[in-house]
């Protein structure tokens, strides 16, 4: 008599019952259909492949980039009496040649390769000699051209269906924006199969952005306040950073580790094994951390510098908080980091068409920065899920953003830009608009411009908030080449004429921006 799912999960697993769309999706593939499932991290996507794989008769094939992982999940579904193995690169050939072995005996309920390894010829010829209950494609996004994981053999894959086409396949990702979406779909080959879209909020996180001022202090601030002796990881952008922040706070007496891409592999190992078993250890590293990390009581997750998509942001942040309890998602952000991205984009070599593209996922990320509406209405909305209610667990909801109207101080800006040749970044015009007499200032002449000292109103941090505003919005374009500049655009004129209006959100006090006494 064969075992029902629900027996499977029970006995197998441990587990009473299903979680979210779990129980579907394993109907779904059972019945030898195929299945794309966007479901969170933490979400329980392994189950809905393990499941299936048992209880179909053959073995069943799951397609990984992640050699690590690979390693965990196969311990764990051992310690668990499923017959599984592995097959990647860090396999001596006698190994390997043990586990194809292994597999044409039929003694293997699971195996997990890399992608180049499925579709090594060899493999493929072994797998022509097997019964196969299905093909699982974990991390499916790999196969976005234009998302950061991108793995060119991933868009091989639709060959297994050209192979196989009895045998289901299920695809499954946590990263869902409706552009990747249809491109798993069309590059797998899958404009067929059902689709699970299950709900990315994660309610327990709470979202706060702070305007980047000292962002070391600010950063020693919040950990300080709000999450002494937590486990959690600072996310910054180039290898230089990581190290320098995770040497900055070892010396303020607390367990910081690097991890980058340029660490050697054994380095990387050691640093990822203590923040998994040991209590409070922060993680400070590029986005080559994370992906596949199942650490469920990360209680934070710091930027220090801005994500360049809402994707990479929703993933990262996502790694906080998975076992269900309160996490921080904070992040510093300034113009700074908004010239740096731009910059990434436009030297990156890549043809215009995904330069527009990231561009555009910049842009997203931006408007999510700037926005005084719920955080998370906001990001839940890129991703095609909208929240009817503002979530009551971000900043914007926890502490309403003032607004002013900033029409007058905009026209002052772009003037003042405008005046002084659109060759000068924001440093100098703030300058030139609090009135200063440097010798710069005097060189170019520009202490006799109308536009010299008409913005004593606002403070130097004010009118760097305006241009970072103007920035996000459009209506300031930096000028790249010309080391940062700003230029006006095509959107400025309705601006300078009084023809739009214009709102810029008040940036929290310095005093307060590293949130500590927000915290309910
Ligand atoms: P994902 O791959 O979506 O990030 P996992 O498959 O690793 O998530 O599952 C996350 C955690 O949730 C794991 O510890 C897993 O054992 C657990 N889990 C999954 N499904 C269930 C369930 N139905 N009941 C209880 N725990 C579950
Ligand atoms: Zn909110």
Redesign the pocket.
Known sequence: MAETPAEI?NRV?G?????GA?AAIIDQVLSGGDALVL?????????CYQIPALLRPGVGVVVSPLIALMQDQVDALRQLGVRAAFLNSSLAPREAQAIEQALLAGDLDLVYVAPERLLSERFLGVLERLPIALFAIDEAHCVSQWGHDFRPEYMQLHQLHERWPKVPRIA?T?TADAPTRAEILTRLGLEQAAQFVSSFDRPNIRYRIVEKVSPRQQLLAFLRHEHAGDAGIVYCLSRRQVEAIADFLSAQGLTALPYHAGLSAETRRTHQTRFLREDGVIIVATIAFGMGI?K?DVRFVAHLDLPKSLEAYYQETGRAG?DGLAANAWMAYGLGDLVMLRRMIEDSGADERFKRVERQRLDSMLGYCETTACRRQVLLGYFGEPLPQPCGNCDTCLEPVATWDGLVAAQKALSCIYRTGQRFGTSYLVDVLLGKHNERIRRFGHDQISTHGIGTELSAEQWKSVFRQLVAMGLIAVDLAGHGALRLTEHSRPVLRGERGIQFRQDPDRKRSSGAERRA
Do not use: E, I, N, V
């Open positions: 999960l697993f587990y009473d019952a299903f979680r779990q479901m969170p991290t933490g979400g329980g996507k392994s189950l499954l946590a199942d469920p998975r």
